[in-house]
């Protein structure tokens, strides 16, 4: 469902995606086409990849329904020129439906760049196959 999105199969194609158990790891080819005008990464794509990090690591305990991002906080600490990034996320807290997830994005000399923490929820949809959820 994630890989087939329309943002993801015309915009950040090279994205790459493995989940396990209360985590996820996010990777993706870095490209000029994302940068600001200052030649470097533009911060939505440090949101991006932070928060489908967490917001994964949250979604592998959750398999009944859609999960929302209802707040999300990001530090941006280093400019990124070249590469490949890695977001990874991880579960922090979890109850019946307020869920917290951190994440970290290492450039490709894995040195931390930024890092955000986020709050979801469950919503009143259902995953199931019409919409695109296996």
């Given at each position: 469902m994630y890989?087939s999105?329309?943002?993801?199969?015309?915009?950040?194609?090279?994205?790459?995606?493995?989940v396990?158990?209360?985590?996820?790891e996010?990777?993706m080819?870095?490209?000029?086409k994302y940068?600001?005008a200052?030649?470097?990464l533009?911060?939505?794509?440090y949101f991006?990849?932070?928060?489908?990090?967490?917001?994964f690591?949250?979604?592998?305990?959750?398999?009944?329904?859609?999960?929302y991002?209802?707040?999300?906080?990001?530090?941006?600490?280093?400019p990124v020129?070249?590469?490949?990034?890695?977001?990874?996320?991880?579960?922090k807290?979890?109850?019946?439906?307020?869920?917290?997830a951190?994440?970290?994005?290492?450039?490709e000399?894995?040195?931390e760049?930024?890092?955000g923490?986020g709050?979801?929820m469950?919503?009143?949809?259902e995953?199931?196959?019409?919409?695109?959820?296996k």
């Amino acid at each position: 469902m994630y890989l087939s999105g329309l943002i993801n199969q015309e915009l950040y194609y090279s994205v790459q995606i493995e989940v396990t158990s209360e985590k996820a790891e996010i990777s993706m080819q870095v490209e000029p086409k994302y940068f600001h005008a200052g030649n470097s990464l533009h911060g939505s794509v440090y949101f991006k990849m932070l928060d489908d990090a967490a917001y994964f690591a949250v979604n592998s305990i959750v398999q009944d329904s859609f999960v929302y991002t209802t707040s999300f906080n990001i530090q941006i600490l280093r400019p990124v020129k070249v590469g490949n990034i890695r977001a990874v996320g991880e579960l922090k807290f979890k109850s019946k439906n307020l869920f917290i997830a951190d994440a970290i994005l290492y450039d490709e000399k894995n040195r931390e760049v930024a890092r955000g923490s986020g709050n979801f929820m469950k919503s009143g949809i259902e995953l199931n196959e019409n919409i695109g959820y296996k």
